[in-house]
């Protein structure tokens, strides 16, 4: 069986296919690290972001909430000469904002993590979507919908329905891997 055809590109793309793409993920900071790399994604290749992510990781301590929430407007200019990093200042902005915005939704009462939050619009279980084919893969969807209101009204930065879809397909919310993709999950 092959992959979806859209990770034949290099090895860092199948890899992140076959090791992370639609598999159901929990951790507060891999939720976190992933909605920051799908928003930094946004116009560009994903094999440009892959390329980042080790580089982005350091520049923001491994996606630490505290510590990236902290960010003062100096070390936003400093992110901004960082030619090892995307440095787009919305971007980067939207960042701090929302490791910001996960600590007042996870000190709110109302759900004590990200991955409550985002886990109880499918009532904690993945949407398995199969598409035959590229086509069938939408770029958004009335969920994503849902939710990326649902957070700019909670203070998200960046949050748009395409970037929320692909958010929720990294982080196996939504599973679109194709009918005879050898990397399909198991759920």
């Given amino acids: 069986m092959a992959n979806c055809s859209w990770a034949q590109g290099s090895p860092?793309?199948?890899?992140?296919?076959?090791?992370?793409?639609?598999?159901?993920?929990?951790?507060?900071?891999?939720?976190?690290?992933?909605?920051?790399?799908?928003?930094?994604?946004?116009?560009?290749?994903?094999?440009?972001?892959l390329n980042k992510q080790a580089a982005f990781e350091a520049a923001f301590s491994d996606f630490?909430?505290?510590?990236?929430?902290?960010?003062?407007?100096?070390?936003?200019?400093r992110l901004l000469q960082d030619p090892t990093i995307i440095r787009n200042r919305l971007k980067l902005s939207a960042t701090i904002n929302n490791a910001q915005a996960i600590l007042?939704?996870?000190?709110?009462?109302?759900?004590?993590?990200?991955?409550?939050?985002?886990?109880?619009?499918?009532d904690g279980r993945p949407i398995i979507n199969r598409?035959?084919?590229d086509a069938?893969?939408?770029?958004?969807?009335p969920l994503a919908k849902t939710i990326a209101k649902d957070m700019k009204q909670r203070g998200f930065k960046f949050?748009?329905?395409?970037?929320?879809?692909?958010?929720?397909?990294?982080?196996?919310?939504?599973?679109?891997?194709?009918?005879?993709?050898?990397a399909k999950t198991a759920n």
Avoid: M
Wanted: proline share 4%; net charge negative.
């Fill in 136 to 141: 069938d893969v939408p770029s958004t969807s």
């Fill in 12 to 49: 860092a793309l199948q890899q992140y296919h076959d090791q992370i793409w639609g598999r159901p993920e929990h951790s507060e900071r891999l939720l976190f690290e992933w909605l920051c790399l799908e928003t930094y994604q946004a116009g560009l290749s994903w094999q440009t972001v």
């Fill in 131 to 133: 598409p035959r084919q």
């Fill in 104 to 122: 007042k939704l996870d000190a709110s009462g109302e759900y004590d993590s990200l991955a409550t939050y985002l886990w109880h619009f499918v």
């Fill in 64 to 77: 630490e909430l505290t510590k990236v929430a902290a960010l003062t407007d100096n070390d936003l200019e």
């Fill in 159 to 182: 949050v748009g329905p395409t970037v929320i879809y692909s958010w929720l397909q990294a982080v196996g919310v939504v599973d679109d891997h194709l009918v005879g993709c050898r």
